[in-house]
């Protein structure tokens, strides 16, 4: 079964400071690869996905991600954090032999320090 | 199209009582999930559906839990005699196939459940 490690429970940043949030996925397969962001008590809104080609990936909000197949990995950057980019964010994995669902990390807790 | 829309958004009730969630899909998607948050851990599947037909339910999903998409449209979620074990964040996402083949889902706001 697949599975997805955020190894990163809690990251603090200064606003204006880049910021790279690490997931790393275990699977057999080339799956399809997401990050979620989601504020305090609402949903996951999408902010980028990967599901083959180009293996850098721009997202909303000024995002990016990159997959490394040799790493099993798809870490999220951004460049400059704004203070309103604090919340959890989880990645995902799916793929098309299981129906696409997702199998999520555990998160990464992102606060941002004015 | 407002994206998907669950209701209530929170619901608090006794140990025992039966509960029902609605999901309302993005209109032109054909596959439906729904998933459960625990604090402080991610999304876990509960079950999905590809128009009316339920396609797979993971084993988190008691005989307690169960779930339709009648006319293919909107998803109800109902567990019954309610546990405390079962206060968590439902989630409910739609998708449709997109260019590549994949499925990119779009989540609601979640229904807060409390159980007491």
């Known amino acids: 079964a697949q599975s997805v490690t955020q190894p990163d429970i809690h990251i603090t940043v200064s606003e204006g400071a880049s910021l790279e949030l690490r997931c790393n996925y275990s699977?057999?397969?080339?799956?399809?690869l997401f990050w979620y962001v989601q504020s305090p008590g609402q949903g996951l809104q999408l902010l980028l996905k990967?599901?083959?080609?180009?293996?850098l990936v721009q997202g909303i909000k000024g995002f990016e991600a990159e997959f490394k197949r040799s790493q099993s990995s798809f870490n999220l950057r951004k460049p400059s954090v704004h203070w309103s980019d604090a919340a959890e964010y989880f990645c995902?994995?799916?793929?098309?032999?299981?129906?696409?669902?997702?199998?999520f990390g555990t998160g990464t807790q992102l606060k941002v320090e004015l | 199209d407002t994206g998907v829309s669950q209701d209530p958004r929170h619901k608090i009730t006794k140990r025992g009582q039966n509960v029902t969630f609605r999901c309302d899909p993005i209109?032109?998607?054909?596959?439906l999930y729904w998933y459960r948050q625990t604090l402080g851990q991610g999304p876990e599947f509960l079950t999905y559906?590809?128009?009316?037909?339920?396609?797979?339910k993971s084993r988190l999903l008691s005989d307690r839990f169960s779930a339709e998409r009648p006319k293919g449209s909107f998803s109800t979620l109902e567990i019954q005699r309610t546990e405390q074990g079962d206060s968590a964040m439902y989630l409910c996402?739609?998708?449709?196939?997109?260019?590549?083949?994949?499925?990119?889902?779009?989540f609601g706001p979640g229904t807060r459940l409390t159980v007491t």
């Open positions: 996402a739609s998708s449709s196939r997109n260019l590549t083949g994949a499925y990119e889902q779009y």
């Open positions: 559906f590809q128009n009316e037909a339920q396609l797979e």
């Open positions: 209109s032109e998607h054909n596959r």
């Open positions: 699977y057999g397969a080339t799956p399809y």
């Open positions: 990967y599901f083959s080609g180009d293996t």
């Open positions: 995902a994995v799916g793929f098309t032999g299981g129906g696409n669902k997702l199998t």
